[in-house]
Nanobody, 115 residues
């Protein structure tokens, strides 16, 4: 079992920055593929960025060049640095862990970007 706790959301003006953190419980972090998803009102949850254990990074086209995902295996934590935020980035952001196909989710953190 993996528990995920996100932090770092909030209200920011367009053009600003936020850094989200997701701390994972247990000793399996090194073998977890980690990702950030978001869900805006009236829209489906979508992948924002992922960081696989093999070091493969993936970003959605809408955030490429603005967001950066990173992970610190010593701290069991994955981060999402969000720069040049836009109103359309407003959503609840969820941390995701994939353990050999088994999915775990955090409770979500709200990010609101005012225009």
């Amino acid at each position: 079992q993996v528990q995920l706790v996100e932090s770092g959301g909030g209200l920011v003006q367009a053009g600003g920055s936020l850094r989200l953190s997701c701390a994972a419980s247990g000793s399996l972090f090194r073998i977890l593929d980690m990702g950030w998803y978001r869900e805006a009102p009236g829209k489906e949850r979508e992948l924002v960025a992922s960081f696989a254990t093999r070091g493969i990074l993936n970003y959605s086209d809408s955030v490429k060049g603005r967001f950066t995902i990173s992970r610190d295996n010593a701290k069991n934590t994955v981060y999402l640095q969000m720069n040049s935020l836009k109103a359309e980035d407003t959503a609840v952001y969820y941390c995701n862990a994939d353990l050999l196909g088994r999915q775990f989710w955090g409770q979500g953190t709200q990010v609101t970007v005012s225009s």
